[in-house]
């Protein structure tokens, strides 16, 4: 840990503090390795739409959104979306204006296996796929392509989903026929996205589905699935397909950056073991399992509630080893920042993720440049400090950012995006001077999309989409045209 604030130190980063104007001073080379790749995100239920068309099953999300559309805030849902099933050659058009590297978009489960399970297996679906991915090479851009974003198989949650470990025979199974009929072209898998912003949710509040409430208890359960679900999906293409096909594995998982006013170097360690460590710990530490910290006041605080065990599942014995390693780069969704305290009072319920994290955030609302989520700041001095982070912490792992975006209200002239895009690809660029293994950049989103809870209104796209139009018209944003330029020039105009 030492070493990693000396090296912060060390690389000119003159202060740990954000300045909060949202621009980052270059430090080093202007420009990009020839090969860093840029590209775009979506995810297949945020736009595609056509939910049941072609055989394809329910997912937790469609049922979410039919059974209870009070929670989302202004009571729509993924049904058409952005069409982008039907229409993805409008997708494919956005993309080759934008003239990106790679696109990273999700796999519906429920298209390929439409109960979750092979005996549903389902031809249109793989089509489907096939389709996009032939599309996308034949035009030079790469799929990188996210096996697992939310959309759980309803009949896989009636089974108890994440919370048993049946789940992992499943999940393998699925991936398995991925990679049979797709991994001759696609050469960059992603198993999950965002664990925690899944369990946690999912398994823990209840607010998203599949709306399991077992804070403190159930999202660490699911946490502890996804790891070893990850893990045997890698060991089998390792095993199976590696050979012939040659691709990369790996998982991607989100992170906040975190800032003390007080240098409270230890606290920081200690948030970023909460929030990346708990799931990168155990693939890309040298040790295993899940972090030190964890471990310990999980433990004691299951303890102190009278349990005779810890809340957070144990690693220990044949997971830790069969996890640890499974990886060949680490996927990273990075969009904001926090300044944090230790916290004096008890955080959250009892028990709970917040209860055993102990911490509380704070974001400066009237200084920082905020986007339409009430959780995203532009602080991209938090991007270059995550980057030296994962470096030192993990052994300069390849990074792929699988995710970084702004939000907005939807305007064509969105100049607040582009500052947001500029001073983190700086943030980017700067980490490579300094040694940092990132070899890919990926903005979220390629569209404006469904924003889960949110809706339809928050937009994080690059291109906006009328919803009012049969043919869900793609218009380019001003920061498309940005975004252009620096993939074009490999660097970050001055203008
Ligand atoms: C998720 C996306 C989401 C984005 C913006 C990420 O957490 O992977 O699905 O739309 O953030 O909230």
Known sequence: MLTFFLNFYKSGCESILPS???????????????NFSFGAATSAYQIEGSWNAD???PSIWDDFVHNHPDNIIDRTNGDTAAESYRFFDLDLEALKYLKVNHYRFSISWTRIYPTGDISSKNQKGIDHYNMVIDKLLANGIQPMVTIFHYDLPVELHKLGGFTNELFIDYYVTYAEEL???????VKTWITFNEPVRFCKPGYGTGRDPPQVTASGIGDYLCLATILKAHAAAYHMYREKYFQQ???????TLDTSFFFSETNDTEL???????SLGIEAHAIHSKTGGFPEVLIKDIGRNSLQEGRIRSRLPSLEGKWKDYIRGTADFLGINHYTSKYVKRATQPMGTNPSMDR???????????????????????????MEGLLKHIRDEYDNVEVIITENGWSDEGELEDDNRIHFMKSYIQGVLNAINDGCNVTHYTYWSLLDNFEWTKG?????GLFTVDMKSPKRKRTPKKSAGYYRRIIESKGIPID
């Open 356 to 382: 055993d994290y102990d911490t509380v955030e704070i974001v400066d609302e009237k200084n920082w440049l905020k986007g339409k989520s009430f959780w995203l700041f532009c602080i991209p001095e938090g």
């Open 245 to 251: 096909q040659n691709g990369k594995i790996g998982i």
């Open 20 to 34: 909060g104007n949202c621009s980052l001073p270059a430090k080093g080379p202007t420009e990009f390795p020839p």
């Open 55 to 57: 055989g394809k099953g």
């Open 456 to 460: 339809y209104t928050e937009h994080f």
């Open 179 to 185: 990679f049979k009929n797709f991994g001759d072209r």
């Open 268 to 274: 920081i360690d200690r948030c970023l073991q909460f």
